[in-house]
């Protein structure tokens, strides 16, 4: 992806994006992988001032974000949104019918693919969808993929569809975290990245964009 002079790059989803922003104040970008993405770029890119938001917000399942959408997304009229979404669906779901529910995916990605069609009619130009990811720490995660691996595939559908950056988050972590331990990444819940974690996730995200 090439940026362009005054992008404004959009970084939206749960509590991986949030990462502790003050959500008064609107350019406060948390102490997570946002943060660190923006103050790179803005390091390398310095004449394109370039400008960034996070509409992070722990907890949120897909249907949480687009609930807020209008508000926390087009009307910041971003020229780049990044999305991270869709751990909180399988987790919030453990134990329940919903959980591996044909029909529950179908909504997902129903509902995934009309917030990405507002996105092209609002004229953004460019979309970077990020895999929802778990790893296999503590044991109990491993049930998970069941449910978390057709919303991947889901993710990656969407991303060959609307032409999308695809950054394959759960297998370059997974990989990451096999030779350097799980817990390096993310802590004790397999989900929530450590400051490593969201310095891994950071150099993730400059590769894939900045390499496109």
């Known amino acids: 992806m090439k940026l362009n002079p005054k992008d404004h790059i959009l970084f939206i989803g749960d509590s991986v994006t949030d990462v502790g922003r003050d959500r ?36 949120d399942k897909l249907n949480d974000m687009a609930t807020r959408w209008d508000e926390d997304c087009l009307s910041l009229n971003p020229t780049v949104v990044s999305i991270l979404i869709g751990i909180n669906d399988t987790w919030h779901t453990v134990g329940q019918n919903q959980f591996g529910n044909q029909e529950n995916l179908q909504h997902f990605e129903q509902q995934y693919r009309t917030l990405l069609t507002t ?27 069941s449910d978390l691996d057709p919303r991947i595939q889901v993710v990656r559908k969407l991303a060959y569809e609307f032409q999308a950056d695809l950054i394959p988050l759960d297998g370059l972590l997974n990989a990451i975290g096999i030779k350097q331990g799980f817990t390096f990444l993310t802590g004790e819940d397999g989900v929530h990245p450590t400051k490593e974690g969201h310095e891994m996730i950071a150099e993730i995200w400059l590769e894939a964009v900045e390499n496109d």
Do not use: C
């Open 24 to 59: 008064t104040n609107a350019v406060d970008l948390g102490h997570g992988y946002p943060l660190m993405v923006a103050t790179t770029l803005k390091e390398r890119y310095d004449e394109l001032e370039l400008t960034f938001s996070n509409r992070g917000v722990g907890g």
């Open 119 to 145: 996105l092209v009619e609002n004229s953004v130009r460019q979309i970077i969808l990020m895999e929802p990811f778990v790893l296999p720490y503590p044991t109990d995660r491993e049930m998970w993929r």
